[in-house]
T-cell receptor, first 118, second 110 residues
């Protein structure tokens, strides 16, 4: 099946640090990538939708200046958490689909990045 | 009604048992549905897609009831390795955005 790779899998850093997370589709071209966040015992919450070559669409309540998303190629999207604080500690997961606008297309998830801000 | 609603469980069942989870959704226009499995501290993995009345894959059967707006997942002959959280997922927003339920936790015991 389709493979999505996410890196790093675990980050621990000090408050105020900016952290970049990469999401790569390894065996298909991902026209759309999604970034989710999951707090303990809660569901995945969509943060933003990223289409290759265009600006990301952020969900309500997600600060676009804090969570910078770049989708410069069909196989790579990055999420940068700028000036991270302890409340940003969470499990960040990306997913990708190969067909834009296809609601019947399941998403393939990366391994997730566990971010801990001290 | 929430967009996607699931009983959080946990469901504790003995090995070999049959267990079923229900999921209700609010958007009557939704055409496709997914069940994902998520192990503790791991990413969700696609278990089944449901596009019509249902789908069957080995021990797993998904059924869709459009009139009542619910999807069910049936697991037969449960195995210890089935222990996980099962996420009901519904496309929303008219595009390919997904809305996740909070998940139903299953624990299969000896």
């Amino acid at each position: 099946g389709a493979v999505v790779s996410q890196h790093p899998s675990w980050v621990i850093c000090k408050s105020g640090t900016s952290v970049k997370i990469e999401c790569r589709s390894l065996d298909f071209q991902a026209t759309t990538m999604f970034w989710y966040r999951q707090f303990p015992k809660q569901s995945l919450m969509l943060m933003a939708t990223s289409n290759e070559g265009s600006k990301a669409t952020y969900e309500q309540g997600v600060e676009k200046d804090k969570f910078l998303i770049n989708h410069a190629s069909l196989t790579l999207s990055t999420l940068t958490v700028t000036s991270a604080h302890p409340e940003d500690s969470s499990f960040y997961i990306c997913s990708a689909t190969g067909e834009a606008g296809g609601s019947n297309q399941p998403q393939h998830f990366g391994d997730g990045t566990r971010l801990s801000i001290l | 009604r929430k967009e996607v609603e699931q009983d959080p469980g946990p469901f504790n069942v003995p090995e070999g048992a049959t267990v079923a989870f229900n999921c209700t959704y609010s958007n009557s226009a939704s055409q496709s549905f997914f069940w994902y499995r998520q192990d503790c501290r791991k990413e969700p993995k696609l278990l089944m897609s449901v596009y019509s009345s249902g789908n069957e894959d080995g021990r797993f059967t998904a059924q869709l009831n459009r009139a009542s707006q619910y999807i069910s997942l049936l697991i037969r002959d449960s195995k210890l390795s089935d222990s996980a959280t099962y996420l009901c997922v519904v496309p929303t927003g008219g595009g390919n955005k997904l809305t996740f339920g909070t998940g139903t936790q299953l624990k299969v015991e000896l």
